[in-house]
């Protein structure tokens, strides 16, 4: 795949799953047998954990949305800079519902097979979003 074929992948992918919340298109984007170098120990394994991954999330912020600010390709990688924004209403990391909008940035990197995510590594700003929910000092 061209690296305009690949960036359209993830481009797609915020809109479908974080955006839209269809979540049951994951597969669409990412390989079952994707390897993700920081993602939080899940339940089930490959693609139906991180769907439920997702699905709890959506439940924490269903106001979700990520804008795409930045997408850059060299080979079969892609980087992503996102800014992901959303009301806290749902438990989310043992957290109950505080009613408080976040705003926070994000950076991926996803290596791209076939057409579908096969590998990611990720940093998000937690430390702020921790913030804005208030449970940690600013």
């Known amino acids: ?23 049951d298109a994951l597969g669409d984007f990412m390989a079952d047998e994707m390897v993700d170098h920081n993602a939080p120990p899940m339940d089930k394994p490959g693609l139906e954990g991180y769907k439920d991954l997702f699905r709890a999330y959506l439940a924490a912020f269903p106001d979700l949305n990520t804008s795409v600010d930045d997408v850059i390709a060299e080979g079969d990688k892609v980087v992503m800079r996102v ?37 990611h590594w990720g940093v998000e700003d937690q430390m702020g979003m921790m913030q804005q929910l208030g449970v940690i000092p600013s």
């Open 1 to 23: 795949m061209s690296e305009a074929e690949n960036k359209e992948v993830v481009r797609r992918m915020a809109e479908e799953i974080f955006n839209k919340k269809n979540v």
């Open 83 to 119: 800014t992901t924004s959303g009301t806290h209403q749902g438990n989310f990391m043992g957290i109950p519902a505080t009613g408080k909008k976040v705003s926070f940035g994000e950076i991926h990197v996803v290596r791209i097979a076939g057409g579908k995510m096969v590998e």
